[in-house]
């Protein structure tokens, strides 16, 4: 089930589209994509199309909203055209993440049509949709920081109630630079993290400047 902030995003993408409008917020991006995903996914249990189907959509989708989403989370960073050295910036983030993604997009095909005839498996699947798109959200905040690459922002504890020791030990840091953080990897809920301890699963955390605002 949605949560509430999904659904009103959900609402509001569609209420949207109906009235012929385009909204552009990282936020939208993400609940297409998800929405396409899960489809799909389904799709492949209902009988209406088989793995290899989904594999192709797949690819199809990360190499749409990838672009899309770091580019919208440029313009909620502030910057409202982008130049070429923005899209330079832009080229290089999507290239490295959707090489990051593919390797995995197979496996995942395979997955869901084994899970067509084990209904038992598809909780584990819709848990694996959320991680695509958790994953694709973060490629979106990496956007925004972009963005805002050289404000000044201090490391906060979300509300999880256990930390590991990488985000304890920013926590305590004085405040850097937006770039500071996304150049040595510490970078929060990003699942699969290699710099944090917690690997960004379960990761709440998020650099926010002094008056408390969220950068990244």
């Not at 949560?3 to 995003?9: D, F, M, R």
């Not at 956007?143 to 490391?155: F, S």
């Not at 985000?167 to 699969?192: A, D, T």
Request: glycine share 8%; aromatic share 8%.
């Amino acid at each position: 089930m949605a949560s509430l902030p999904q659904a009103i995003e959900a609402a509001a993408l569609w209420l949207a589209e109906r009235e012929g409008v385009t909204l552009k917020t990282i936020g939208q991006v993400v609940t297409r994509y998800n929405d396409q995903l899960t489809n799909a996914v389904y799709d492949v249990w209902n009988g209406h199309s088989a793995a290899v189907d989904l594999r192709r959509a797949h690819k199809a989708m990360l190499k749409d909203f990838a672009p899309r989403v770091y580019e919208e989370g440029m313009r909620e960073g502030g910057i409202d055209e982008i130049d070429e050295e923005d899209q330079e910036a832009l080229d290089e983030a999507v290239g490295d993440w959707l090489g990051s993604q593919f390797d995995h997009v197979n496996q995942f095909a395979r997955d869901v049509d084994d899970a067509k005839k084990n209904k038992d498996g598809r909780p584990v699947i819709l848990d694996r949709v959320s991680m695509w798109v958790d994953s694709l959200r973060s490629l979106g905040d990496l956007g925004r920081a972009y963005a805002l690459k050289n404000e000044k922002g201090q490391w906060k504890f979300g509300a999880t109630e256990q930390h590991c020791e990488t985000c304890l030990k920013l926590s305590k840091m004085k405040p850097h630079r937006v770039s500071w953080f996304v150049e040595r990897g510490y970078i929060p809920r990003q699942n699969g993290s290699d710099t944090l301890e917690c690997g960004g699963w379960k990761c709440d955390c998020s650099i926010v400047n002094k008056r408390g605002d969220q950068l990244l």
